[in-house]
């Protein structure tokens, strides 16, 4: 738990000097060199929900702009919290935005059966089960 507090608080304070900028539907952020994917025309423009493994395979075959994405961890999700909006708390660099549950990569230590999401209506984090399904975000870079 406190481990898990760590992570929140280091992505909460990086939040802060995150700078973010959108070209062919990848949003960058400069400080960090993450890239976003903010693009959804293979699924209509509809931002994907699927299962947590689902997630995870549809990040590492996503082709936008080059490969290598992934489904981004927890440190990495919060990062994208904007503390000063709400519904939804997220960059206004994002214009594909759901007010609502996107998973993390980042499994629960005390249980395999969930994983780590965060709530963009209002910032928060918790922990599902992953056979439901949640929006993604895909991410590259970092790590």
Known sequence: MIRITLLILIGFSSLSFAEFSKEYGVVSDSISKLEWQDEYMNNDGEIKQLTWSESINYCETLTLNGDRWR???????????????????????????????????????????????????SGSIHVYDKKHTNYVRCVRGGE
């Open 71 to 121: 489904l981004p961890n927890i440190k990495e999700l919060t990062s994208l919290i904007e503390d000063t909006t709400y519904n939804p708390s997220i960059n206004n660099t994002f214009e594909f935005i759901s007010s609502d549950n996107y998973w993390s990569s980042t499994i629960n230590v005390n249980g395999s059966n969930y994983a780590w999401i965060v709530y963009f209506s």
